[in-house]
Structures are given as structure tokens and as C-alpha cells.
């Protein structure tokens, strides 16, 4: 404070002069009298020129904030380009799983995959469903596309499906066109395999592959793949045949999972059909001794 008093002292005629020459041009803005108004005009018109010939320069400050503003407008824009794609994505997902043409016996929910996870060698999806919405271990999962894998296991309030990517799973299949039968099976990679298929029987790049009434575990005629190539296995009469899947596991966002196998009444009315069998069966007489 001090110094600043003392630098006062120092200049103290130029502040001085400098607050008077403000008063004075504040006077003249502010004045109304007739001799006042050529010389305000005569200013004006030097300031409007100073700042025409002076507008092209770039002002920083200006473009600094504008390329903020545009910076922000591109992210919020880009923020909402990704989630329309993603509606449209999930849209069109939705529309062809309410086109789902369900077997007669069949009844399944729909869910949403909320987690996807590898674990070693097995790739796991997570269901928005659980044992409250009446999933159980080993139903079928599956999308509009075709066969997505089984549940393995289940809480409450969610399940872990296994999808087919998993060396543990074993699924009865046949081809469409000629009715080849064969266990599918994943070896690895992006290709899933049906071993055992004699090289006579008749089974070309294409066909689709579908699950076969033989399976305990999925209903039968759910597509689960097409063959991409064939390979004879050395020195054997039989050829391995690689597919890819219909429906990815890794791809989908969301499945059906069938809560009642039509196989599991099949099995019921032939257990039906024997014990009403046994039962009408002549009761043999027998004879004295």
C-alpha cells in the first residue's frame, strides 16, 4: 500500500490529467448541447471506420470460444449418431424376434443379454431373467436366426447361458436337405464341426443344419448353422463338416429361452402308451399242478 501511494506521488500529474481527459470525453458522450453533436459525429464515423478496416483481423478470443462450442456440438452429436444406430440395430432385432414361428408345444420368454464373459476356453452370456421368471438349468436358448446355446446356470433375478463356442456342449443335428445326421461339436476357432459323416452320404457347402428329433436337449428343427467346407479325416471313411452359426452367441442382444420342450410330453405319452400296454395285457391263467 505504500508503494503504491508512493508511485501515486510520483505520477501524480499524469493521473491526474488522465482522469480529467476521461471526464471530459464521458461529458461529450453524454452531452445534449448543439456544439457537441458535429464533433460526436465526426467521432463516430472515425470509429466505425477503424473498425471496418480492422474486421477481417481475427479476433482469438472469438474463435477460441467458437471452437469450443463446435467441439462440444460434435460430441453430443456424435453421442446421439451412435445410440440411433444402436436403436436401429436393436430394433430391427426386435422386429425379427416378434417374427419367431414357434413349433406347436413350445413356450418361451424373451430376455435381454446383459453380460457377455469368456471363462478359459467357454464363453458365457448373462440373462435379464432368472429361477423367479421360471428358468432352469439346461433350457434351450435361442433368437429368431436359430440355436444360441442352454442355460447352465441360475439365480433369482438372472442366468448364465453357455453358448455353442464351448467344448462341453454336444447337440444331435441333421441336415435339411438330405437328413444327414451327425453330433455337432466346437473344436476351437470360429467354426463349429460335425465329425462321423461317411464320405457316401451326400452333404455339400451351404446346407443348413438344423437340430435332430435325436436330441435330449433341444427341440428339434432350430437352425444352428451352414456348412462352409469339408474335410475327409485321414485314413477313414468319414469327413468332417464345418458350419458357422446362424446366430453368433457374441452377437446377439437378445434371445428367447424355451421354457417347455415338446419332448419332454413326447416322452410322457410313451411312458403313458407302455404302462396302459402292460396293463391291457391278458392275464395268464394259471393251471393246477
Not at 29 to 45: D, V
Not at 165 to 192: H, Q
Request: glycine residues 8%; positive net charge.
Amino acid at each position: 500500500m505504500r508503494r503504491l501511494l508512493q508511485l501515486f506521488i510520483l505520477f501524480k500529474e499524469y493521473v491526474v490529467l488522465t482522469v480529467l481527459v476521461l471526464c471530459s470525453f464521458l461529458f461529450m458522450a453524454f452531452s445534449k448541447t448543439s456544439e457537441i453533436q458535429p464533433l460526436r459525429a465526426i467521432t463516430t464515423l472515425i470509429v466505425g471506420s477503424l473498425q471496418s478496416t480492422g474486421s477481417w483481423l481475427p479476433n482469438p478470443f472469438a474463435i477460441s470460444r467458437e471452437n469450443n462450442a463446435l467441439r462440444d456440438r460434435n460430441i453430443l452429436l456424435t453421442s446421439e449418431l451412435a445410440s440411433l444406430r444402436k436403436a436401429k440395430g436393436e430394433n430391427a432385432e426386435l422386429r425379427n424376434m416378434l417374427g419367431l414361428k414357434l413349433q406347436p408345444g413350445w413356450k418361451v420368454i424373451a430376455a435381454d443379454i446383459v453380460g457377455k464373459t469368456t471363462i478359459g476356453d467357454r464363453n458365457m452370456l448373462t440373462l435379464s431373467l432368472g429361477e423367479a421368471n421360471g428358468i432352469e438349468r439346461g433350457m434351450p436358448v435361442i433368437t429368431d436366426g436359430g440355436l444360441v446355446g442352454r442355460v447352465f446356470a441360475t439365480s433369482n433375478g438372472f442366468a448364465i447361458a453357455e453358448g455353442l463356442f464351448n467344448p462341453s456342449l454336444r447337440i444331435a443335428v441333421k441336415m435339411t436337405r438330405t437328413r444327414v445326421d451327425g453330433m455337432l461339436a466346437w473344436e476351437g476357432g470360429d467354426e463349429l464341426v460335425v465329425r462321423n459323416i461317411p464320405k457316401a452320404l451326400d452333404v455339400q457347402v451351404g446346407d443348413l443344419v438344423v437340430t435332430s428329433e435325436y436330441s435330449t436337449l433341444f427341440p428339434s428343427d432350430v437352425p444352428v448353422g451352414s456348412v462352409v467346407r469339408i474335410e475327409p479325416e485321414p485314413n477313414s471313411l468319414f469327413r468332417k463338416v464345418y458350419l458357422v452359426p446362424v446366430a453368433h452367441p457374441l452377437k446377439v442382444e437378445h434371445c428367447f429361452v424355451v421354457l417347455k420342450d415338446p419332448k419332454i410330453e413326447h416322452e410322457k405319452v410313451l411312458l403313458q402308451t407302455k404302462v396302459s400296454e402292460e396293463l391291457n395285457k391278458p392275464v395268464k391263467k394259471v393251471g393246477k399242478p
